[in-house]
């Protein structure tokens, strides 16, 4: 299993490497400053790090997603989760949105099981744009309220609140990125058992590479410390892909996989997002 997620990572790598090696660098006359407008058409946000993406919405986006998660070791539940994503630029520049769910457990060991919400994110940032040729940032907060049911293994009772700073380079058929976080885990528990919440380091690197002006596939890795005492940092790792099939309609899958205990066996994504 662990052999079959590292070669999983080293694909996304070898992904990224493809990208920077084959895409040419942007006409500097055909940059620009307007935060709605993606580069060539590209199908650009993330999965992982929707958030702290160096991108914002045109106006608005509304996302349903179907995933299922085969937990780690350090969390013995298998999940099966229906979850909303939205974003929104209420003002030029700011982009605000969140997550939340509904999920179903299955858990190992005569550990508890069921169904229950998952804990809501919510976060705003600020998109500085051209910032540098061919260069955008965005720097924001994200938040974690615990919403989520802790007893079915669905969240772990804590707040969470993670500042963050992301960057992304264009080039003509592709988008080269990443973002770094610093996370204030609150003490929660999970299945009964207590956990004391640490302060956790993240780090994330992505590729979107623009097969077609309708399609843009998606590599990303994320790494973060450990959140709370005793458990294993996070490592990660996805593929994707994004197709404007319905013009403003998108269709979104991933198969992710992890390399520690603390992130999942591997997870399954599924969506459809509306976007405008």
């Known amino acids: 299993m662990r052999m079959s997620r590292f070669c999983l990572s080293l694909a996304i790598v070898a992904l990224g490497a493809a990208a920077a090696g084959t895409a040419r660098a942007a006409d500097p006359s055909t940059t620009t400053s307007v935060p709605t407008k993606a580069p060539s058409g590209i199908a650009d946000r993330l999965f992982l790090s929707f958030a702290q993406d160096a991108a914002i919405v045109p106006s ?19 999940a099966f989760i229906g979850r909303a994503v939205v974003a929104f630029q209420p003002w030029k520049n700011i982009e605000i949105g969140g997550r939340v769910g509904l999920g179903n457990t299955s858990a190992n060991d005569d550990l508890p ?24 940032f965005t720097a924001g907060l994200l938040l974690t ?11 772990f009772n804590s707040f969470a609140e993670q500042i963050f700073g992301g960057v992304r380079y264009r080039l003509d058929n592709a988008l080269i990125g990443g ?8 003490n929660g528990s999970f299945q009964g058992v207590d956990l004391t919440g640490k302060t956790s380091f993240e780090l ?25 005492d005793g458990q294993d940092s996070i490592v990660e790792a996805l593929a994707g892909v994004n197709w404007k099939a319905f ?22 994504i599924a969506s459809y997002a509306y976007t405008f």
């Open 113 to 136: 099981s069921g169904t229950g919400a998952t804990d809501l994110d919510a976060y705003a940032k600020y998109y500085f744009g051209n910032a540098l040729d061919h260069t955008d």
């Open 145 to 155: 309220i615990p919403t989520g049911d802790d007893h079915s293994g669905l969240g």
């Open 60 to 78: 608005q986006w509304w996302e349903g997603q179907i995933e299922y998660d085969d937990r780690a070791p350090n969390f013995p539940v298998n």
């Open 179 to 186: 973002h770094v976080g610093l996370r204030l885990n609150g």
């Open 247 to 268: 013009g403003r309609g998108m269709i979104r899958a991933a198969l992710g996989g992890g390399l520690t205990d603390a992130a999942p066996n591997f997870r399954v």
């Open 204 to 228: 994330a690197g992505n590729v979107v590479i623009q097969t077609s002006k309708t399609v843009g596939v998606v590599g990303e890795i994320r790494v973060e410390t450990e959140r709370f």
